[in-house]
């Protein structure tokens, strides 16, 4: 079947292991049902994978992505959980210290078919198309969990979303404003920052630059060129949730400002099966939609992978099967 994937990494050059090409047939465990795959949506993680993070040679050939909506055995329009917990957890997913995203222990979702845990499966409303309903699982369920689960903060404050034009930063834009919050967000260039601003920002500045007014909460995915600006744009008391960390991970912590205001630091990671629910359910009343940059065939995936790398998104890249 035809599938995207890599069979060894490359740190420097990702786009130079990335196959697009024929794979076996998933195998099917005790307890799971294959999903023949309608959309999977990219994601940040897809690129880190072919570069070997998270994803060592020995588990490779891997199939990429973790997102899917599809059709499973009994015909049903289904979207896919993205978080596989180990047999026997009950609970919170994402604190099972042996869970897995699809495609770091088992084959992802950017196939024909995929091989998923029947508790995995949610119906995909019929208001939502399969490639809205792919980018759920993964950018949009992290934003969901740290905006509503994880920041503690309430609709009417203002909330500043560091990224304008990716997956997880389109979503907590699209989210924050329909629940409420003033969202500010910071963008590398100014067609990202219009773009924000059309999908719903209260304003855009440009990456770094020094605010109106401090913020209660900040929503960090970019990681080291971003953290000082996030900890100095906040008031004291305020939240950082932080998911990602796409330019790397060692900033300077700004331990002493952290401490002196009072601030929080909060670590979130993609959200529990009801909270996808909860989100599918969200989009269904509110009539919100994930922000589609572009829908491309899997066939054309690597058009895909080199938009994201170069940075030229503007919200999801969905690819359909
Ligand atoms: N923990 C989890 O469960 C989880 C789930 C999903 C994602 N993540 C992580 O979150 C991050 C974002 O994922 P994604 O799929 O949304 O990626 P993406 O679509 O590629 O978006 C990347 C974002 O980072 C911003 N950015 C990149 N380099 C930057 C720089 N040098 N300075 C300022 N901004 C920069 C971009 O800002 P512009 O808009 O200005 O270009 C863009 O908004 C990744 O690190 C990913 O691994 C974690």
Redesign the pocket.
Known sequence: MLAAFVSTPAPKDPMSVLEVGDRPEPEVPDGWTTVQVKAASL???DL?SLQGVGLPQERMPMTLGTDAAGIDADGNEVVVHGVVASPGWTGDETLDPKRSLFSELHQGTMAERVAVPKRNLLPKPAELSFAEAACLP??WL?AYRMLFVKSGLRPGQTVLV????????TALIVLGRAAGFRMWV????EE?RAAAIAMGADQAFE?GARLPGRVDGVME???E??WSHSVKSLKPGGVIVI?????GFNPGAELNRIFFTQLSVIG???GTRAELESLIELCRVSGIRPQIDVELPLSQARDGFER?LE?R?AGKIVFTV
């Open positions: 994601n940040h993680h880190f993964t950018a992290t560091q990224g304008a034009s990716g997956g997880v930063a910071t963008g590398r260039t990202k990456t995915t970019v990681g060129a971003t998911s990602g960390a796409t330019t979130s990671t993609m994201m940075g998104t």
